[in-house]
């Protein structure tokens, strides 16, 4: 059965499998580079990506030599990474279905280095994720996370806040993925999980959007293909008014693209970078 077909109960899981964040990620690979070039990573290093999408972080972190398993909620995506890992002639990453919330059966202590870039913010009970986020790093190794910060000018955090003026009211309870993007938050989240306050470190970073299309073609690639703003969209249309939130989104692609070249879209995004030592 294909994946975008069969029942999924887990509203978290339907979200991203809805989509195909393949079209989104195609966009993101040059500053996913960049990043994984600046973590040490070294031949052999145990890698666990979180939330790893089609592999946008776990393939350059295998092409540097590490073990990578990668994890993400989304099995269309999973086969996606196990797909892209295959063409690339790398064997040393492997893409498994799972949930940041509860890894499972993945052992304690069995990464050196646990990366989750825009992945783990996405699941719900954040507490739990940084409990096991920090149980299968090994004493001395590291977590690193990128999270899109609320209320940021740039835009993620602007579409996310567009988007939401056309949305019903979240769930009761409902704890936005964008809290993770707030330091005190994420003090919060892993001194509960055991790691002491002095151990966790933020910079503020950038990741750059490269589209080779117009920002209107753009905004429609996130329409028809990003889960939370196909969402927005079908909230948008039960009330007359996805014209007006394309307009928006327009408005924004266009005014936040840096790209001097006709029919090509850069958009640079703000996002926070934590480091933990576990
Ligand atoms: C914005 S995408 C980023 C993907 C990837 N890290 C990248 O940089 O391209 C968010 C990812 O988190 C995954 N995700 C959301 N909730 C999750 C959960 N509870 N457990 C594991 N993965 C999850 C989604 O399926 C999606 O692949």
Redesign the pocket.
């Known amino acids: 059965m294909s994946p975008n077909t069969s029942t999924v109960t887990?509203p978290?899981?339907a979200?991203?499998?809805k989509g195909d964040?393949t079209r989104?990620?195609a966009t993101?690979r040059e500053s996913?580079d960049g990043l994984i070039d600046s973590l040490d990573i070294t031949p052999g290093m145990k890698v666990l990506?979180?939330?790893?999408?089609?592999?946008?972080?776990?393939l350059p972190a295998a092409r540097l030599g590490a073990d990578v398993l990668a994890?993400?909620?989304?099995r269309n995506?999973v086969e996606a990474g196990n797909r892209r890992a295959q063409a690339a002639g790398l064997t040393n990453v492997r893409f498994q279905h799972?949930?940041?919330?509860n890894l499972g059966d993945i052992a304690d202590a069995s990464f050196d280095l646990v990366?989750?870039?825009?992945?783990?913010?996405?699941?719900?009970k954040p507490f739990d994720?940084a409990k096991e986020m920090v149980r299968v790093t090994r004493p001395g190794g590291r977590i690193v996370m990128?999270n899109w910060i609320p209320n940021d000018p740039t835009l993620v955090a602007q579409i996310l806040r567009i988007s939401s003026a056309y949305s019903p009211p979240p769930p009761e309870g409902f704890i936005s993925p964008m809290m993770w993007g707030v330091e005190a938050n994420v003090i919060d989240r892993f001194t509960k999980a055991g790691v002491p306050a002095g151990k966790i470190s933020f910079e503020r970073d950038t990741y750059t959007f490269n589209a080779p299309v117009s920002p209107a073609a753009y905004v429609a690639d996130f329409r028809n293909y990003?889960?939370p703003t196909m969402n927005a969209f079908a909230a948008a249309e039960q009330n007359g008014k996805a014209t007006k939130l394309q307009g928006e989104l327009e408005e924004l692609f266009a005014r936040q693209n840096k790209s001097e070249v006709a029919g090509a879209t850069s958009i640079p995004a703000t996002f926070l970078r934590v480091t933990v030592h576990v």
């Open positions: 887990n978290n899981q979200l991203w499998e964040f989104i990620a993101m996913a990506d979180l939330g790893a999408g089609d592999g946008t972080t776990a994890v993400d909620i989304a995506l799972g949930d940041a919330t990366v989750s870039i825009f992945g783990a913010m996405f699941a719900p994720v990128g990003y889960g």
